[in-house]
């Protein structure tokens, strides 16, 4: 009984990591109302289900919809996968391009309704606005990287009544602070320490930083010995990939 039931537990856990897995290239891509949604039929080997791929222009703000109606039918949008690149095996007769162009928009509010953020590479977005019921804002393929990819961000803010995240000071954590997920690219200031609490860093979540100094606790022993994947890194390994740019950065005990 008890091998049935860890096999069935086993299982349960591969149909989830399965279901929020993304391709590159997805199945059809409509527009409606200026916002790109893609489709994939093969969507956790069950019935497949939309998501928010990208916007047509750059735009000033943007609420997405968690309700869209679709060739007729109401749809209910519960993520968003916007990547650098979608290929798509068949474009609506309106989408004149073969790859979703990288429009922008400069504040995105992300409302109730919207579960998962599995990727947000959008270059000219500033402002995130994440709602009470986004739970993770990676895709659980990539649960160690930092989703949300913009040079020109400043800021993330988190509602309050959020239970699995929160912001500090525009900056994106877990809703228990200890795992630092997104340092915005342009948050103002040349300095940083890191929370005493704070146990992991997703990698690349500096990425594009200006940082001069980073202060960390000094029983971390160094700024490689925040967990990475489960492992310790290296000093010039967990530098990158946490997204500095080696020697531009200063590491500090406290």
């Given at each position: 009984?008890?091998k049935?039931?860890?096999?069935?537990?086993?299982?349960?856990?591969?149909?989830?990591?399965?279901?929020?897995?993304?391709?590159?290239?997805?199945?059809?891509?409509?527009?409606?109302?200026?916002?790109?949604?893609?489709?994939?039929g093969n969507?956790?080997?069950?019935?497949?289900?939309?998501?928010?791929?990208?916007?047509?222009?750059?735009?000033?703000?943007?609420?997405?919809?968690?309700?869209v109606i679709?060739?007729?039918?109401?749809?209910?949008?519960?993520?968003?996968?916007?990547?650098?690149?979608?290929?798509?095996?068949?474009?609506?007769?309106?989408?004149?391009?073969?790859?979703?162009?990288?429009?922008?928009?400069?504040?995105?509010v992300?409302?109730?309704?919207?579960?998962?953020?599995?990727?947000l590479?959008?270059?000219?977005?500033?402002?995130?606005?994440?709602?009470?019921?986004?739970?993770?804002t990676?895709?659980?393929?990539?649960s160690?990287?930092?989703?949300?990819?913009?040079?020109?961000?400043?800021?993330?803010?988190?509602?309050?009544?959020?239970?699995?995240?929160?912001?500090?000071?525009?900056?994106?954590?877990?809703?228990?602070?200890?795992n630092?997920?997104?340092?915005?690219?342009?948050?103002?200031g040349?300095?940083?320490?890191?929370?005493?609490?704070?146990?992991?860093?997703?990698?690349?979540?500096?990425?594009?930083?200006?940082?001069?100094?980073?202060?960390?606790?000094?029983?971390?022993?160094?700024?490689?010995?925040?967990?990475?994947?489960?492992?310790?890194?290296?000093?010039?390994?967990?530098?990158?990939?946490?997204?500095?740019?080696?020697?531009?950065?200063?590491?500090?005990?406290?």
């Amino acid at each position: 009984m008890k091998k049935l039931f860890l096999s069935i537990l086993f299982l349960f856990a591969v149909i989830l990591s399965v279901e929020a897995c993304y391709p590159e290239t997805t199945d059809r891509v409509v527009k409606v109302d200026g916002i790109y949604y893609a489709y994939n039929g093969n969507y956790g080997r069950r019935i497949g289900r939309w998501y928010v791929a990208g916007f047509e222009q750059d735009q000033d703000s943007v609420v997405l919809r968690n309700k869209v109606i679709i060739d007729g039918e109401e749809e209910t949008i519960i993520d968003v996968y916007i990547i650098e690149y979608l290929h798509c095996r068949k474009y609506d007769d309106n989408i004149k391009v073969k790859n979703i162009l990288l429009a922008s928009p400069r504040v995105l509010v992300i409302p109730d309704g919207f579960i998962t953020i599995s990727s947000l590479f959008l270059p000219k977005l500033e402002k995130l606005y994440i709602s009470e019921t986004v739970d993770r804002t990676h895709d659980v393929c990539t649960s160690e990287y930092a989703a949300i990819y913009s040079e020109k961000l400043e800021a993330i803010i988190v509602d309050p009544k959020n239970k699995n995240l929160k912001s500090v000071d525009g900056m994106l954590f877990s809703k228990d602070g200890t795992n630092l997920l997104k340092y915005p690219a342009k948050k103002a200031g040349k300095e940083y320490s890191i929370p005493d609490n704070v146990e992991s860093i997703c990698y690349g979540a500096f990425s594009g930083c200006q940082l001069e100094i980073v202060y960390y606790p000094k029983q971390k022993g160094g700024i490689e010995n925040y967990e990475q994947y489960g492992l310790s890194d290296p000093y010039e390994e967990a530098v990158d990939n946490l997204g500095f740019e080696l020697g531009k950065t200063k590491f500090i005990g406290r």
